[in-house]
């Protein structure tokens, strides 16, 4: 499987605290089938801004100890953006942040609340060749005018990361809801960890949740969530998007285009 979600560089955020527990998450990412990372620390502007030459240094530091210790794990680089006002229209920086060098942004939102007008940033990107990705998009949701919201962003062109660990409830019954939602209306197109630490609740601890999410949708489409649409990123490739799968009650509300394809 490939991680486009999770905080394994250290001590540049809220993620890994030191180089050893780096390699301690990246061992126990092998172990749960992971062979390569996209390392996705937040930028947040005034709180976790560290430079791209920075984590760079620390990326090299995690694939010496890596190699020196024969785990077999590719790891890329990329960031988790926070929307925010200050930084959303640097479209310079944005590029700069994208995941593996590509032309896909992994977004996140403040969880108290979805933005409005957010379709129309979603447009002034993908003019510019950039394609967001929401991260952890179900831990958004809190009623089903908000799923709506999310709707209309990824029929704008927004693709849509769910945490495989939400699953089993994690982060709680709302998220737990609407990530199967989001999955049984066919609207995800990657399952990360969004892994924290090198042990516990946050770790990569993912098997639990990974066997609930295949008794729902089949071990095909998980391959598909977790390694042929991730490896697509690291290609830099485009990742197709057909509105005529949308499932159930969500076709019937929201149908303003059948297909659109990611240039």
């Not at 955020?13 to 092998?30: H, Q, R, T, V, W």
């Not at 996209?38 to 709180?47: D, E, L, N, R, V």
């Not at 925010?84 to 403040?110: G, Q, V, W």
């Not at 485009?238 to 059948?258: L, P, W, Y």
Request: negative net charge; hydrophobic residues 40%.
């Amino acid at each position: 499987m490939i991680d486009i979600h999770n905080h394994i560089i250290f001590e540049v955020d809220d993620g890994a605290c030191s180089l050893d527990e780096s390699i301690k998450m990246i061992e126990l990412a092998y172990s749960q089938g992971y062979n390569e990372i996209i390392a996705t620390s937040h930028y947040i502007i005034g709180k976790y801004d560290v430079s791209h030459s920075i984590h760079s240094d620390k990326l090299e530091g995690i694939r010496k100890s890596l190699s020196e210790k024969n785990i077999d794990v590719i790891v890329h680089l990329g960031r988790e953006v926070l929307y925010h006002f200050d930084t959303a229209k640097n479209y310079e920086l944005m590029k700069s942040l994208t995941l593996a060098n590509s032309r896909y942004l992994l977004i996140e939102f403040f969880f108290h609340e979805i933005p409005q007008g957010f379709e129309e940033y979603i447009y002034e990107l993908k003019i510019r060749g950039i394609i967001p990705i929401l991260a952890h998009c179900e831990r958004y949701i809190h009623s089903d005018k908000d799923f709506d919201k999310i709707v209309s962003f990824y029929q704008e062109g927004a693709l849509i990361q769910v945490n495989i660990n939400s699953f089993i409830g994690i982060f709680g019954a709302h998220s737990a809801k609407y990530a199967e939602k989001l999955l049984n209306s066919n609207m995800v197109q990657f399952l990360a960890s969004d892994a924290h630490r090198s042990s516990g609740i946050r770790s990569y601890e993912v098997k639990e949740g990974l066997d609930k999410i295949k008794l729902l949708i089949g071990d095909s489409k998980v391959r598909e969530l977790t390694v042929e649409n991730p490896k697509k990123i690291i290609l830099n490739e485009e990742i197709e998007v057909d509105f005529t799968k949308i499932n159930g009650a969500v076709q019937e509300t929201h149908k303003k285009r059948k297909f659109f394809g990611l240039f």
